[in-house]
């Protein structure tokens, strides 16, 4: 059955951001461990990332107006005491020892739950299979900003600092996504939003499978199809109708719904049996121009640089005087964990500025053109 006609939508400006891999490879590792927080986290994670890429030196801090409006998502709904804690013992709340407050809404449990527990995520090598445990959130600063002329002061602004094996992955093992394409699905129910989102992170997985299998075959992208069964696609989407019928007919409603409101990353679907009795298999098609939309180029080229540049800023931070042959060999025994901590963290801005603005030139031939380093600024071409 071929997938249903939809007018194209209008492609809107590049917007990549980075989605650490095996949020992909294991697709329903954050609903597995969060439940009906799981969407509000997965826009923690998305948000986090993105914000954290266009200012690598920067903290991550927002109110919930902004997380609202950045993923259209209603605050009293997030803000509304979840049913689970109406009615609770103290004892059972979820509250931070030392503390009075209770983190017993939608959004600030969501963080509290970042925060506090891990995700588990597995993932299949050729000969192995790994299991990895990854931290969401390291450090929550809640700031205060008092309310009114009873001065009663009220949580207003989160700076959250994401783990340090999170950030590593934004740089070493990562699929690209479109941050307008994602933040567009919406739904009025939240549990929709959710499967909607987690399958377009799936998607990026795709693409980038997309484009290495061409890049290998040389082959034409039409000719190229990316399957998966209708119960994997069931796992990502939180369906769980019993009647293989209804399983189908809502997976149809939904890709149906995504081919239609997806500006940036068209494709087509089908139906197949793939030597199978009935059709119980969904092959996914992107058109080139899918697949030459989700590259940085001339971005991931100057970041690669950056970090190249700034480790031998590192070396000679960390072994004053050193130069020479004693320099060259102890780039080869750097920690890249070690590195990759200091290299997100504020710390001597001065050095890793100066870095910036000369790899700039070496990647973009020009100079730099701006006071502020900013890259969100930085251009996918000359």
Not at 60 to 71: A, L, V
Request: hydrophobic content about 35%.
């Amino acid at each position: 059955m071929a997938t249903q006609q939809h007018p194209k939508p209008e492609p809107q400006p590049a917007n990549l951001s980075r989605i650490p891999q095996s949020f992909t490879f294991d697709i329903n590792a954050i609903d597995r461990v969060f439940d009906e927080e799981a969407p509000i986290i997965r826009d923690i994670i998305v948000f986090a990332a993105r914000t954290k890429m266009r200012n690598l030196w920067g903290e991550i801090t927002f109110t919930i107006d902004d997380f609202c409006k950045e993923f259209n998502h209603n605050r009293t709904n997030l803000q509304r005491t979840l049913k689970k804690f109406e009615n609770t013992a103290e004892k059972n709340l979820p509250i931070i020892p030392g503390d009075t407050h209770v983190w017993d809404g939608l959004f600030e449990h969501s963080l509290y739950r970042a925060m506090k527990e891990n995700i588990i995520i597995s993932r299949k090598r050729k000969d192995r299979d790994e299991i990895e445990s990854f931290q969401i959130i390291e450090q929550l600063t809640v700031h205060y900003k008092n309310k009114g002329i009873s001065g009663k002061r009220e949580r207003r602004i989160y700076t959250v600092k994401v783990s340090d094996k999170l950030l590593q992955n934004l740089i070493n093992e990562y699929f690209l996504f479109d941050y307008n394409d994602y933040r567009g699905l919406s739904s009025s129910k939240l549990s929709n939003v959710g499967g909607y989102r987690n399958f377009y992170l799936y998607m990026a997985r795709m693409i980038a499978t997309m484009k290495y299998e061409n890049k290998q075959k040389q082959q034409e992208p039409n000719d190229l199809k990316y399957l998966i069964s209708v119960d994997d696609m069931c796992n990502i989407l939180n369906i769980n109708y019993a009647e293989p019928r209804d399983r189908k007919k809502h997976v149809k409603k939904t890709l149906d719904y995504l081919a239609a409101n997806l500006k940036n990353t068209p494709f087509t679907w089908e139906f197949t049996k793939q030597q199978k009795r009935f059709p119980y298999f969904i092959s996914f098609n992107f058109p080139n121009e899918t697949l030459a939309f989700f590259d940085e180029r001339l971005k991931s080229v100057f970041i690669s640089s950056l970090i190249s540049e700034l480790k031998w800023e590192y070396i000679r931070k960390n072994n004053p005087g050193i130069v020479g042959l004693d320099l060259v060999k102890k780039m080869k025994t750097i920690s890249k964990d070690d590195f990759l901590k200091w290299f997100f963290l504020p710390d001597n801005r001065e050095e890793k500025d100066r870095c910036f603005k000369e790899t700039y030139v070496k990647v973009y031939h020009s100079e730099y053109p701006h006071e502020e380093i900013d890259f969100e600024l930085l251009k996918l071409e000359k």
